[in-house]
């Protein structure tokens, strides 16, 4: 009995890797180009709009991901690795991610009415978040969630290294191989080749 229920295993297994590299196979050819040597995961990937999705040579989508680009268009380059629990979200927008670049676990890449570009030899931390768009505040008597979005791009320069949980707001550039220190929200330009790092919160001004 127990040699009978290893080989139902090992057969179910077989079945379901089988299905794995179908879908997997399926997919490929859905999108809008893939390149030589380039793999995409069958397993729970969400892929909503293919025909709006450009992975070039020798790169890698892994599990879990969500890659969100109905309204607009995601370039993925050359020797690029997107590790499990991505997400790549673009409304009205282009992601461009360059050549050589790492993307950790659990980064989110917003790019909304503002497009999100990530040059050559990046390499992103887990759960760090970019954005392009924010809330405006301006109006006083009209609650934030009311008023109109703001949106600004967003531009990570060659040989960027942004650490593990770091969050970049809307209309950063962060320079030529400069580094961003774990935890660090980062607000404002960085400049190239300088080190920075916190998130401490204080006073900024009353709202008008």
């Keep these: 009995m127990k040699n009978y229920f290893e080989k139902l295993f090992f057969i179910v297994l077989k079945v379901q890797s089988i299905f794995d590299e179908c879908k997997r196979f399926l997919l490929e050819r859905s999108l809008k180009s893939i390149g030589k040597g380039s ?10 709009s293919p025909k709006n999705l450009l992975l070039k040579d020798n790169s890698v989508i892994g599990k879990n991901a969500k890659i969100l680009c109905k309204t607009g268009e995601i370039v993925i380059g050359n020797s690029v690795y997107i590790n499990n629990d991505v997400i790549l979200y673009s409304v009205n927008s282009r992601i461009n991610i360059k050549n050589n670049c790492y993307i950790n676990h659990h980064v989110e890449l917003l790019a909304n009415h503002a497009n999100i570009t990530i040059g050559n030899d990046v390499s992103i931390g887990m759960n760090v978040f970019i954005t392009t768009s924010n809330h405006g505040f301006a109006e006083r008597n009209v609650p934030i969630m009311e008023q109109k979005e703001e949106y600004k791009a967003v531009h990570i320069k060659n040989g960027a290294w942004i650490g593990a949980n770091c969050i970049i707001l809307p ?9 961003i220190g774990a935890g660090s929200v980062v607000t404002k330009n960085v400049e190239k080749y300088t080190i920075v790092c916190g998130a401490q919160a204080r006073f900024i001004k009353k709202r008008v």
């Design 39 to 48: 793999y995409v995961s069958s397993r729970q990937i969400e892929i909503d």
């Design 171 to 179: 209309g950063v550039i962060i320079g030529e191989g400069a580094v």
